[in-house]
């Protein structure tokens, strides 16, 4: 009995030894995911590019989407400050930006700030009315605020100028609302 007893403790002294390395491998592992986030990484890049060339709009837009994609993953809407502060300091730089008025759109849309979008996203299209993906925005807008009619227009000319996984799934999804099944299925088939 002695020795058997003497074995249980054996083994059971070695699962813990075991254990115990196991869950210091996760955490260092954790740790070093972390610190290696390719989004952190890209997060940091673009900082430093605006503070090394304050005038690359283009960098502005790329990190307010990046933060965005922060506020996605994380829940954490204090990102939303950080995305304002980025988009009013490149519309000093360039009031005229219709990219900078689409980012505010989908910023706003995300907020649930559904005319304050439209209306962005239409200083957006006065700008730049061949940029078909303004539409799908606009479209959008309107879906939530109700316009259905003016929605399946806008989600049309999307789907007119470009044809793609985006602009069809926006016409599938108004298909649905309206009651259109086959429609939809069309549509996803088609995207």
């Avoid at 933060?67 to 204090?78: N, P």
């Avoid at 849309?109 to 940029?131: D, M």
């Avoid at 539409?135 to 044809?163: F, H, R, S, T, W």
Wanted: charged fraction near 20%.
């Amino acid at each position: 009995m002695k020795k058997q007893t003497l074995y249980i403790l054996i083994f059971g002294l070695a699962i813990l030894i075991i254990g115990g390395v196991f869950v210091m491998t996760l955490v260092r592992d954790s740790k070093t995911s972390q610190s290696q986030n390719p989004l952190d990484t890209k997060i940091v890049e673009l900082t430093n590019t605006i503070q090394s060339d304050p005038q690359k709009i283009d960098s502005y837009i790329q990190l307010s989407g990046l933060y965005a994609q922060k506020i996605r993953e994380t829940g954490d809407s204090s990102y939303y400050i950080k995305i304002d502060e980025l988009l009013a300091e490149a519309l000093k730089i360039d009031p005229n930006n219709a990219e900078i008025f689409a980012a505010q759109a989908r910023l706003s849309l995300g907020r649930h700030q559904f005319k304050e979008a439209k209306g962005l996203i239409e200083k957006s299209l006065a700008i730049n009315p061949a940029e078909d993906s303004y539409y799908g925005i606009l479209g959008d807008a309107e879906l939530e605020l109700g316009n259905y009619p003016e929605a399946v227009n806008a989600y049309q000319k999307e789907v007119n100028m470009n044809p793609n996984f985006s602009a069809f799934s926006r016409i599938a999804y108004i298909r649905e609302l309206y009651g259109d099944i086959p429609g939809a299925i069309v549509a996803m088939d088609n995207a």
